[in-house]
């Protein structure tokens, strides 16, 4: 850093950023009451325990417990410094600064490392794609993309490049730059041959789409053929798609092909469209629909899941057609559905066309109309995937659609869709309602005794929850009563000037018991006094280089108080605090010396010693609370 970033630049910063407004980029957020709710980012939850409060500008887990202010935050979920987050925050709200940062000089070796790479991916990138618009060599493959009905504008967006039939152009490129020729074959870009002092291409005569990570740095390649290969002699057939290998900057699991540009559309409706493949995703992006996404092939996985999660509640999944696409899409909605979060629906296409053909054949503004109005429920596509899959002119398949319906209307939490549903089996079969009905409880009665201990929470039930609860559950250790009333204690001082003069009228030597919450009351005492005023815990935090002292003081701020402060409240606090402690260092003392007996085999002292530690472990426990 050129120079240090000062107190009125970073008051600046705090003062004209709403914390809301960074962390709803990184988690879909709903408002409960005075404080806004959504899934954790840094850790897996099936219901929501992440709190932001927008009046004291800091947010808190209450199942992981991390907490801290807006740039505690970015550096958490970023996994940047402190530095770099205030400079981060500063670009989201505009803020001009007056100085440099050359962040190269603080980076760990694996970051410095992670970096390095991401510039050679950068530099791969641009080099693809000036091949593709620049050049005779890619003129074959420009050509392919306008035909497709791909407009400069849109490869401009994507960066789509060409890789040349040269095989060593790249390295020869990035090898001029200085790059490290170890980093390079760590890359994935390169194949490496055995004899050779040159390292080869592993994407050339392919047309190349830079695949970004969600911070929008290129992180890795895929490569498509033109047209169709033919096997050669020894069958061989050379693969439509080719994708990087997983390296340092890449893990195919938790890839989302266009996820960096279509996180603030999806969060802004609540929504993402789920296709198989990157040219129906910028297909669609240039037809209008911008909250489409793609996973690395036809398989949506756990960790994909998990990042839909945190970003949106409605998914519509949009695969192809064909009988793979249609298999595809059996096994994204049973992922989905695993923590029921999603209402999922389904974009039904005729059996052979995808997406991309769609908007080819009807135009993007029929695609964009029909996407948003032609909808299946999951009970729809799974009628029209048993259809596909049994011949209902047998009396035996018919019987297996039918119980096989039931039993997946079993599983609805609407008792109007199920009568729907039911109705139209009733009338397509010919069979009295009365009879699916009882048919259907039976199915329901299994469902409840599969998971007799571990009933699925519902959306609706886990926002009702959200909007009851004053102080949401924490999975963290239960405190004892003195650690309470230490946190009690802790939180009158940082919001009541009077709390500091009573505090020194009861015991003008008081000291917390345990360490860090001495700790904070020491460091907050001192920033109290430079200030002159109390609060401002978002400025607080900033002085708090210890995540686990952050962490408890966002803690201690979500405790709900009544807004008037006594003097009795805070001697009955010191008091509890004072006579804990005593006696807790008197137990602990005993606890020491019975260790020592132990050792000496001095069971007559032993005796005595465990007899006291039982009469103070009851006086402890009788201490008024």
């Not at 490129?173 to 004899?195: H, N, P, V, Y």
């Amino acid at each position: 850093m050129a120079e240090r970033i000062s107190e009125e630049k970073l008051a600046q910063i705090r003062n004209e950023t709403n914390i809301i407004d960074v962390v709803s980029q990184y988690v879909q957020l709903k408002k409960r009451g005075k404080n806004h709710f959504g899934f954790c980012p840094f850790h897996d939850e099936k219901t929501p325990s992440f709190s932001v409060a927008e009046e004291k500008q800091i947010f808190h887990c209450f199942s992981c417990g991390r907490g801290g202010n807006v740039f505690t935050f970015l550096m958490d979920v970023e996994g940047i410094s402190f530095v770099e987050a205030v400079i981060k925050t500063a670009e989201l709200s505009n803020i001009p600064l007056d100085f440099t940062y050359d962040h190269h000089t603080q980076d760990n070796p694996m970051q410095s490392k992670k970096e390095k790479l991401v510039q050679i991916h950068e530099e791969a990138a641009a080099f693809y794609h000036q091949i593709l618009m620049n050049t005779v060599t890619g003129q074959a493959a420009l050509d392919y993309m306008t035909n497709r009905g791909f407009t400069q504008q849109t490869m401009q967006e994507y960066q789509i490049g060409f890789s040349p039939s040269n095989r060593t152009a790249l390295f020869q490129m990035l090898k001029a730059k200085k790059f490290d020729e170890g980093l390079l074959q760590e890359s994935g870009i390169f194949t490496d041959r055995q004899g050779q002092n040159e390292l080869f291409d592993r994407f050339s005569g392919r047309i190349i789409f830079p695949l970004r990570n969600a911070k929008g740095q290129t992180a890795a390649f895929s490569g498509r053929i033109m047209h169709a290969s033919q096997d050669d002699e020894t069958g061989y057939h050379e693969a439509k798609y080719l994708n990087s290998p997983e390296t340092l900057l890449f893990n195919k699991r938790d890839f989302l092909f266009n996820f960096d540009k279509a996180r603030s559309e999806i969060r802004r409706h609540s929504e993402v469209v789920l296709f198989e493949g990157y040219m129906d995703v910028i297909s669609a992006w240039q037809a209008g629909v911008k909250n489409g996404v793609a996973s690395m092939g036809t398989s949506l996985t756990d960790e994909q899941n998990r990042i839909l999660t945190k970003t949106a509640d409605k998914i519509v999944i949009a695969y192809d057609g064909d009988r793979a696409g249609v298999e595809a899409t059996k096994r994204a909605i049973e992922i989905l559905e695993r923590n029921k979060h999603f209402d999922i629906s389904v974009f039904p296409l005729e059996a052979g066309m995808d997406p991309d053909e769609y908007i080819q054949q009807k135009g993007p503004e029929a695609f964009a109309k029909a996407l948003k109005n032609n909808r299946e429920t999951v009970i729809q596509f799974y009628s029209r995937y048993l259809k596909m899959n049994l011949n209902l002119d047998s009396e035996k398949n018919r019987i297996t659609y039918i119980e096989t319906m039931l039993k997946a209307l079993a599983s609805l939490d609407s008792l109007i869709e199920r009568e729907l549903y039911m109705k139209d089996i009733a009338e397509e079969f010919g069979i009295p309602i009365d009879i699916l009905q009882k048919q259907l409880k039976g199915y329901q009665q299994d469902v409840l005794q599969q998971q007799p201990d571990r009933a699925p929470v519902r959306r609706s039930e886990a926002q009702s929850a959200l909007a009851q609860a004053a102080y949401p559950k924490t999975n963290n250790r239960k405190a004892t009563q003195a650690e309470q009333s230490e946190k009690q204690l802790l939180y009158r001082l940082f919001h009541f000037e009077e709390v500091w003069s009573y505090l020194q009228e009861i015991d003008a030597d008081f000291n917390f018991i345990h360490d860090d919450y001495q700790t904070i009351y020491i460091l907050y005492e001192a920033f109290f006094r430079q200030n002159g005023a109390v609060g401002n815990i978002d400025q607080f935090l900033d002085r708090i280089n210890n995540p686990a002292l952050q962490n408890l003081i966002t803690q201690i701020e979500w405790f709900q108080l009544d807004s008037e402060v006594t003097y009795q409240e805070i001697r009955d606090l010191v008091h509890i605090i004072r006579d804990k402690s005593s006696l807790q260092e008197q137990l602990t003392k005993k606890q020491a010396e019975m260790k020592e007996a132990r050792k000496k085999n001095d069971n007559e002292r032993l005796k005595s010693i465990m007899s006291e530690i039982v009469s103070l472990s009851k006086e402890l426990k009788a201490t008024p609370k």
